[in-house]
């Protein structure tokens, strides 16, 4: 078996290249020296793009291997996730406010100066950010000291407090030389016991330069924080889509390496299978091409055709029926787990880790304890690249779908899941039906019997025609509630559907439910949550259309 500690593929797949695959990241070789430029001249940057484009992949394999192996532009770099802050989104019970985040990433590895002790202890929490970055500011001599917030929108899921605070902070640090609650501080309690190098440093800017990543559909969001960065979308960078002929070098060069790094051998590709790939993973309507989507396309080819069966040559049909291989993809990750897993994984997956047609993020031992996946499940997916695992600022791991491109696929299995688990419930509310439908059927022979009965005396008649209205009551009651149930259980399947997606099969239900609500006979019986039910329904059609 090979060692996957040590070994690695050639196509990282939906997830971002990291540093480490820097080798392996190609085609981006324009904008890595374009916007390491920027970052020598400008503050504060928005690199923004599609989702797919690369934007971490660029920070990641593009500019932070540039910044280390640069001679002469020395930087400290801080790469922080804030995550997605949203029910149902569980990161182990510790507070993750942005504001945490950012302290914690930077209270690590760096010593505290012994003078600034005493200012730390008067000052605010919103100054601690300062403080910290005080902190390294004196220990790396002033050289520029780089946040890169990636997939930064996430941040706009917290509270408008918690952003306006994080807002405040960093244009505070951008714009003052000082924070002014520091700065009274130090010249009314502790200016006579620092020393005038101390106090000169103190009042020295800090050397920081923020970028924040984002996707090109969020950038409204980023109109919220200009109360506090005025100047926020002066600078930014578009990371456009790559290029036909950067395409092909991504997904030929890496082939042809010879390493015995990678887990699989060196292969190629026949020229016509490179331009069939491209042409897949080409936009109908602008002709842009995705690099997550080409990715995913490659690790497949890797994986499944030169790893499982050994072809060393890729041709046309070889690679088969390209349409095919989203869709494959994610069965095949599922299918690399035990049987007794699969079942469990799927539909936590698709139910809890894509929400509102996003991608959630869990902590792991979470996802051990409520969801039941052990260590080793946790480690084939993310093999697999269906998850990707990122250690967040307290040190705990992270996973979340890997890439928003398998959003789509995954949820059109899980539309198709729930189909299936809805016609299973018809079905055995129809068993339910056929049995009560059986107990009616014996109560209107009862009740025929006693109408039979009833000719034998007036008394009797009058007696027997009351226990038969009473029987018939009962019954129409039975068969009210088991429709009632019946439009329950569709309405719950209708509000998962909108959820993620699935209008068409949702306007289906929708239907289904109000046909089955006005078989109710209303003339026994009058139920207020009936009329509910039936509005709540309409609306979603409605909304639906």
């Not at 009560?436 to 009862?446: C, K, P, S």
Request: glycine share 4%; hydrophobic share 35%.
């Amino acid at each position: 078996m090979m060692d996957y500690t040590n070994q690695t593929y050639r196509y990282p797949g939906v997830t971002p290249f990291s540093t480490a695959q820097k080798s392996l990241f190609m085609g981006r070789e324009k904008d890595i020296e374009a916007f390491y430029q920027l970052l020598f001249v400008k503050q504060l940057i928005i690199l923004y793009g599609k989702s797919g484009y690369g934007k971490s992949s660029l920070i990641n394999a593009g500019i932070i291997p540039k910044l280390e192996e640069s001679p002469l532009y020395k930087a400290k770099y801080f790469q922080i996730r804030l995550y997605t802050q949203e029910k149902g989104n569980v990161l182990g019970g510790i507070s993750n406010s942005p504001h945490d985040t950012l302290i914690k990433h930077l209270s690590n590895d760096v010593q505290e100066l012994d003078f600034m002790l005493p200012l730390k202890a008067k000052i605010s929490e919103d100054d601690h950010f300062w403080y910290w970055i005080k902190q390294h500011q004196y220990k790396s001599k002033n050289t520029p000291i780089i946040f890169f917030f990636d997939q930064f929108e996430e941040l706009f899921s917290y509270s408008e407090q918690e952003i306006d605070t994080f807002a405040a902070q960093i244009g505070r640090l951008l714009f003052q030389t000082l924070p002014e609650e520091c700065r009274s501080i130090i010249e009314h309690e502790l200016f006579q016991s620092l020393s005038p190098q101390q106090i000169d440093f103190l009042y020295e800017k800090p050397n920081v330069k923020i970028v924040f990543s984002i996707r090109a559909d969020r950038m409204s969001l980023l109109n919220k924080l200009t109360k506090y960065l005025p100047n926020l979308l002066q600078h930014h960078y578009e990371l456009d889509a790559i290029s036909e002929e950067s395409a092909k070098m991504a997904i030929e060069k890496p082939s042809q390496i010879v390493d015995d790094i990678f887990l699989s051998p060196n292969f190629s590709f026949e020229p016509i299978v490179i331009d069939s790939i491209i042409k897949r993973v080409k936009n109908d309507y602008d002709g842009k091409i995705e690099t997550a989507a080409l990715q995913i396309i490659c690790r497949f080819i890797e994986e499944h055709k030169v790893i499982e069966q050994q072809k060393l040559v890729i041709t046309e049909a070889v690679l088969g029926n390209i349409k095919n291989i989203f869709k494959n993809y994610y069965q095949s990750a599922l299918n690399k787990l035990e049987v007794i897993e699969q079942e469990n994984v799927r539909r936590t997956l698709e139910d809890k880790f894509i929400q509102n047609n996003r991608r959630i993020p869990f902590e792991s031992n979470h996802i051990q304890q409520e969801y039941g996946f052990s260590e080793q499940v946790l480690r084939q997916l993310e093999d697999s690249t269906l998850l990707r695992k990122e250690r967040d600022s307290y040190g705990r791991y992270i996973y979340e779908i890997g890439h928003d491109t398998l959003i789509e696929p995954i949820l059109e299995f899980s539309n198709k899941r729930r189909q299936e688990d809805l016609k299973i419930k018809i079905r055995k509310r129809f068993y339910t039906i056929s049995g009560a439908m059986f107990v009616l059927l014996g109560i209107l022979t009862v009740i025929g019997y006693l109408y039979y009965k009833a000719d034998s005396s007036k008394e009797e008649a009058i007696k027997a025609e009351k226990e038969a209205d009473s029987l018939r009551i009962r019954a129409v009651t039975t068969l009210n509630n088991l429709y009632r149930q019946q439009a329950i259980s569709l309405k719950d399947n209708i509000d998962n559907l909108e959820r993620n997606g699935g209008d068409a099969v949702a306007k289906y239900y929708c239907d289904s439910a109000l046909k089955i609500l006005n078989r109710i006979d209303t003339t026994t019986s009058s139920n207020r949550e009936d009329v509910i039910l039936q509005t709540e329904i309409l609306k979603i059609k409605n909304r639906i259309k």
